[in-house]
């Protein structure tokens, strides 16, 4: 870099001492307020929040999440968090627990203080540079003294200061985002967990059942009443049943890990309750005709690509600014001779651009910018596709739990009365009894599984409007 200095010297010679000595601390005291007062100004406001943005954060995160969040910085929770558990949890509460323990998320809600500080410091001018120098020789001494201070940074900080606002801006939304992520993760790991302990409840039904049909099928083939053929077949049952439960064991056990990770509790913590069953389904399912337009004005990573745009905007013009001179400094000179009267004026520092004019600057900022516009496109154009698969996932699978619990579980119950009574009349055997309880339990269990698929649709088309998106993940 080369630099140009401009030294101006204004000496009082012609004056009489007596004059020097009166004027002299005045019209210092003048030229160094002139210098100061401006930085001053503008530096004085540039302080950090009490909060680092966290409330600004909650209140987003609660608008989308339609319940009260709150984001504490202490680590002592205990007491809150050991109220949440002393109830079985709802997928609510699950919400609040996980918004209040998850470590992940509080490491992300750093990222809050270190986008408040670069956005402090963009108010903040760099520090003057004081330098100081003494010649002597052939008797004679003169000392120089120079205060310089970055002037380019303080005709540049009010566009600096707007980009690191939408760079906040940004981040607010981008840690608001992993806010709602961390809240549909929970949503959806808490109706799978539940509905894994249905599902093992009704396993171990189906194991009981095919146990005894097993038992009895042994006993009659021995006696010479039932073939061999329909002897395997129901022991290859019982063996297919016991598969079975062994499986739901797992999926049981797996899931509810999968939970306690997302509230940040411990493998092994036995205070995390349960409840026996899904919650129930609504009577009507949700009319949305204007989803589409809801994602665009409320989901967070479209308005987090828009404020990156806008930065990016801001960027390019703080580049187009500073890409011929990013260098210019002014300062209060002050120099003294032996035997000479004092010399003070001021001093300017300016880049001479003779090998680099900037252009590549330019055409990097002119490409960021470009990229954030066509980032924050794309970003609107997969929201609407996401929103609008979220919404057919939703319809569809409440019409298949409706279909489950209205039509298929009460025929397959009105089923297992009809065949009781004919076995009660001895026209049916008890195999046929064991089959048709067998058919019913497996009616209950999809009864299930489409009851849980309903309330993760539910929660994956939430997150498509307001957050983000569930899509590739709407199944266990």
């Given at each position: ?40 100004l503008l ?31 202490v ?14 949890l ?49 008797g ?11 002037l ?71 006696a010479?009443?039932?073939s ?19 499986r739901a ?148 699978q ?7 619990q ?56 939430q ?12 199944q266990p």
């Open positions: 870099m080369n630099t140009m200095s401009l030294p101006q010297r204004a000496t009082d010679g012609a004056a009489a001492p007596a004059q020097r000595s009166a004027r002299r601390p005045q019209s210092t005291v003048r030229w160094r307020a002139a210098v100061l007062l401006p930085f001053i530096t004085g406001c540039a302080s950090l929040s009490a909060d680092s943005g966290y409330g600004e954060v909650a209140e987003l995160t609660s608008k989308r999440l339609g319940q009260p969040v709150q984001f504490q910085r680590a002592d929770q205990t007491a809150q968090i050991q109220g949440l558990l002393a109830q079985p709802t997928a609510d509460t699950a919400v609040q627990l996980a918004l209040l323990n998850n470590s992940g998320l509080k490491a992300t809600l750093a990222e809050l203080g270190i986008a408040e500080a670069e956005l402090v410091q963009a108010g903040r001018l760099r520090n003057p540079s004081f330098s100081f120098g003494r010649v002597s020789g052939g004679e001494a003169e000392i120089d003294r120079s205060v310089m201070f970055d380019a940074g303080l005709l540049t900080m009010p566009q600096r200061r707007r980009m690191e606002q939408h760079r906040f801006e940004q981040t607010r939304y981008s840690v608001a985002s992993r806010a709602l992520q961390l809240a549909s993760d929970t949503r959806i790991a808490y109706f799978t967990a539940v509905a894994a302990i249905q599902s093992q409840e009704f396993a171990e039904q189906v194991a009981l059942a095919a146990q005894a049909s097993g038992q009895l099928a042994e006993r009659m083939a021995k010479g009443n039932w061999r053929l329909d002897q395997a077949r129901e022991t290859a049952f019982q063996h297919e049943a016991t598969s079975q439960l062994l064991r797992h999926e049981a056990l797996a899931s509810r890990e999968a939970l306690l990770r997302l509230l940040g509790m411990g493998s092994n913590d036995t205070t995390v309750l349960l409840p026996a069953r899904l919650p129930e389904m609504p009577q009507q399912a949700l009319a949305m005709r204007d989803a589409e337009a809801q994602a665009l004005a409320s989901r967070l990573d479209v308005l987090a690509a828009r404020a990156a745009s806008a930065a990016s905007a801001q960027a390019l013009g703080l580049s187009q600014t500073t890409s011929f001179v990013n260098v210019f400094e002014l300062g209060y000179a002050d120099k003294r001779s032996r035997g000479t009267p004092r010399e003070k004026g001021y001093e300017v520092s300016l880049e001479l651009p003779l090998f680099d004019w900037g252009t590549a600057r330019r055409a990097g900022a002119q490409a960021s910018y470009m990229q954030s516009v066509y980032h924050a496109a794309d970003v609107a154009l997969q929201a609407r596709s996401q929103v609008r698969v979220a919404y057919s996932a939703y319809q569809s409440y019409e298949i739990a409706r279909n489950y209205d039509h298929v579980v009460p025929l397959r119950k009105q089923i297992a009365d009809e065949v009781l009574l004919r076995y009660n009349g001895m026209l049916a055997s008890v195999f046929e009894l064991l089959s048709d309880a067998r058919e019913q339990l497996a009616a209950v269990n999809g009864a299930i599984n489409s009851q849980r698929d309903f309330w993760i649709a539910e929660t994956s088309l997150a498509a409007i307001h957050g983000g998106s569930n899509e590739n993940r709407s």
